[in-house]
């Protein structure tokens, strides 16, 4: 008999309008890494949360197993004195705190209601080294990088001596090396006998570490598949989960690419909390009609900086360079003055700088573009209300009607508001910085597809992905940066991820910026130190 140390049996979870979950049925063997897969809304995060006692005993149908026991957690505390710990996507700590401090958040080393420190520090070193991190455990949280935060996540899971981790999305905003060390720490606790369930659309690292793969689709569960047998790659899994073969990956594109709309000279920034140090240094990029231009480069390359900071100057101290759109000389200054230059910006964060999630899609999609709805000072409800039902109907985002909360929202749908915003503006150029990232595949197409849309009607794209396979297949060209300069220029035809990860890695010290293919072939001096978004504020 297999050994089991968690099932779960006929889970149905319903919210107002909503069948979250239909008799859906879950076993996880011992010691295992079990990986979920589905699209946004499949139902995948809210199974988790039935099971880690989010969503109490009473608000779901069906019957939890551990093993062998039933369980009916009132709440999370519960399921945490079972053994159970959930690491959700939004990481919870308190970036003001210590590491140590957040380890052991509501769970303090205390003799007669007073901390000891001496054990609190000594016991969250251990920890630390166990999850392989060195990092002092006085060091606050808000130091750290995200990668790092993730460790901190799972080292306080240990302190609470679990047993069946569950990780949701633990690699999606980790770079490549993050990742990797994430995933060998998953496989090295697994042998020491601790199950995980990981929920990822990362297809190829659920290959690389699961040992059983679960597939959810619109709330019900599909099919188990057991990789060791073979023949589990990752466009059976993509079919489990859209219920259909994807013949591409990135729909098909005959580009038309017009004249020359934006072109950025010399650009450089500085670190708005360290005004001494550049963290993009004389950066020349061009944009044309019609065309989709990406931006690689690793973590602290520079990419989201010099976005931001062309937009309006959205980022850092010190800007200097020049601005042209359709060859003459234009200043942004602020925000406002971008948007009224033709120029968009959607965020990578959507969650933090792209929506208000509390407020209604109506009110997302017509924020940024209120001037085209208002008359002597006032906004025009029912066109308001009409041009979200538009962009609601043409994108496709699934919802019931434009007065839907957008929080409430999946992560792709939550992308097309964000798109829709940016698109209502009419500009002529759009920056897209990581629009596919947390989505899942079927999302992800629908996404390309709109981009690729946007180009046909003579938008220019400049398109910021850390997935190389993306850019690849989006783009016209492809602009590499390393440490702050622009490293290289790589036609598609020409385009491998072998060539643009040497334009990544370049060396400026040594070798500048000399490839034949490179943009800026007499930035050879003054590298800027690689930094973190986080560092970069």
């Known amino acids: 008999m297999v050994d089991d140390i968690l099932t779960m049996s006929g889970i149905t979870k319903t919210f107002p309008g909503v069948k979250a979950l239909e008799d859906v049925s879950l076993s996880v063997r011992r010691g295992e890494i079990h990986a979920i897969c589905g699209e946004n809304g499949a139902g995948k995060s809210t199974l988790m949360k039935v099971l880690s006692g989010v969503y109490p005993h009473g608000s779901y149908e069906g019957e939890i197993r551990f093993d062998g026991e039933p369980c009916r957690f009132a709440g999370i505390r519960d399921s945490e004195a079972r053994g159970i710990v959930i690491i959700h996507q939004e990481l919870a700590l308190c970036p003001q705190l210590s590491i140590a401090e957040n380890i052991f958040l509501g769970n303090e080393q205390a003799k007669r209601g007073v901390v000891d420190w001496n054990r609190t520090n000594h016991e969250a070193g251990r920890l630390l080294e166990r999850v392989g991190l060195p990092a002092n455990p006085v060091t606050p949280i808000a130091d750290l990088g995200v990668g790092k935060q993730q460790l901190v996540e799972i080292a306080k899971a240990l302190s609470k001596r679990v047993r069946l981790l569950i990780l949701d999305e633990p690699t999606a905003a980790l770079n490549d090396e993050d990742s990797a ?80 709309v934006l072109r950025i000279e010399d650009w450089t920034v500085h670190s708005p909390s ?31 900086e010099l ?59 017509a924020s940024a573009g209120l001037s085209r709805l208002a008359r002597l000072g006032w906004v025009h409800d029912h066109r308001e209300y009409q041009v979200a039902e538009e962009y609601r109907t043409s994108m496709n985002i699934k919802a019931p009607d434009v007065l839907a909360v957008t929080g409430k929202l999946s992560g792709g749908n939550q992308q097309k508001v964000v798109l829709a915003k940016w698109i209502f503006t009419d500009p002529d150029v759009l920056i897209l910085d990581e629009p596919t990232r947390g989505i899942d595949v079927g999302a992800k197409y629908e996404i390309y597809s709109i981009i690729n849309r946007l180009a046909a009607e003579g938008k220019a794209i400049l398109l910021i992905s850390s997935e190389l396979p993306e850019l690849l297949g989006m783009c016209d060209r492809i602009y590499t940066m390393a440490a702050g300069r622009i490293t290289g220029e790589v036609d598609r035809a020409d385009a491998t991820q072998e060539r643009l990860m040497h334009h990544m890695t370049m060396d400026l010290t040594t070798n500048g910026a000399n490839g034949a293919d490179t943009a800026n072939p007499s930035d050879t001096a003054n590298p800027v130190d690689t930094i973190t978004k986080e560092q970069a504020g």
């Open 181 to 260: 060390h994430l995933l060998d720490l998953i496989r090295g606790l697994r042998d020491e006998g601790i199950t995980s369930v990981i929920i990822s659309h990362k297809l190829n690292e659920v290959l690389a570490v699961a040992d059983t793969i679960s597939i959810l689709r619109d709330g019900r569960m599909i099919e188990t598949l057991d990789p060791s047998t073979g023949g589990v790659t990752e466009e059976r899994i993509i079919s489990g989960m859209v219920g259909r073969d994807l013949e591409h990956r990135y729909p098909p594109r005959e580009p038309e690419i017009g004249s020359e």
């Open 307 to 365: 976005a931001m900071s062309v937009f309006g100057r959205s980022y850092g101290t010190g800007a200097s360079g020049r601005l042209y759109k359709d060859g003459k000389a234009i200043e942004a200054r602020s925000v406002g003055a971008a948007i009224r230059h033709g120029l968009a910006y959607a965020t990578e964060d959507r969650k933090r700088y792209g929506l208000n999630l509390i407020q209604n899609i109506k009110l997302n999609v």
């Open 274 to 304: 360290q005004p001494d140090r550049p963290v993009v240094s004389g950066a020349n990029l061009r944009l044309r009609r019609g065309e989709i231009v990406g931006l690689a480069g690793l973590m602290g390359a520079g990419r989201t």
